[in-house]
């Protein structure tokens, strides 16, 4: 009888802990539902800045009901703090606002020029569920928040999708909250932004947005852009396009060459090494390693010809390396250094505990030489 009780005793108090969770469980069930019904979940915000004080943001949310079809909400409020505007939207709006679902966050040029870090700094302190986006406006937040984007749906979230993609795709380093907030308390780092403008009916990333700590200060296309992630990050697969000379080619048709030509380069690999030669004034070396295919060139050239092959890679080099060069004195001129090169100066140096300022007043004077190896693994064009 003890036996029997014993291998019958586990699963009676596995049935009577069912039974006591069941309530809770039918709860919880329904919990989703009422929360959806009590809150607008805001995806998006634009921030412009009035005057010395006072920020009008502008919030989008799409408006769930099971009686009307699927809206966007948009809104807009004053106030001079995140808690202020967000408390200004609890009064304006019938629904609570959560920032539980925020996609973006946007700032205009104007306001970024005189600092983004008294609302990043406040909603680095906020519970959000994911982790938004930042990026700077070319113009007024407002407008392209309030804007018509019928074809794309919510604009938080068509927002959160473009730079997703460029982020997946490579042509954008990663801008959430988490990494801008990283850059900003970094000793030898800037924080860099989508750089956005809204075009007709959609909107367009025409760059990326350069802070110094917290405050725009310039902006550089595309092309700089991939440098910037050339140095700072690895690519796995990423495109290029850039231009070299053709007087050393072997053309098809010689006579109708021109002096140069685009290239583009895909499923581009690459890896850096960036080393401290010297401490002051700060002197570095720059390696980059890269391989990738070649996908597209203009000129009719020889490409069975291994001396064809390794002049392209040689241009590419020399190219690669002129404009990192060039880049680099834009950066310096600009006092900023969104590549990280002082976290490279103090984790190779003896300056250990190195203020931000000492940096930038080292930055200034730093040399740089720039090394580049291509190679180009396959191709895929036939000419």
Known sequence: MIRGNSQHLPIRKILLLFLSLLPVLLISGCQPTQVLDETTLITGMGFDLLDDKLIRATVTAPVVSSMVQQ?????SVTGTTLYGIMNSLDLQLDRRPRLGQLRIVLF???????GIYPITGALNLVEVGIRPYIGIVDG??????NASYPAQGNIGIYLYNIIYKNVRGEQLPSPTLHEFMRDYYGTGSDPFLPYIERLGNGIKVKGVALLKNDRFVGWVNPHKTFYIKLMRDQFRAGLFQLTIPTKDLESVHPNEMEESTPIVLDTLRSRQTVKLISAN????DVYVEVHARLA?????VNLESKKVIRTIEREVENKMEKEMADLLKTLQKMDVDPIGFGETYRSQSHFREMEKEEWRKLYRQAKFTFRVNMDIIRLSITN
């Open 140 to 145: 007024k937040a407002y407008d392209l928040v």
């Open 296 to 300: 597209e060139m203009r000129e009719k």
């Open 71 to 75: 809206n966007d909400q948009v809104v």
């Open 108 to 114: 205009s040029e104007e306001m970024a020029r005189k």
């Open 281 to 284: 004034p700060p002197t570095f």
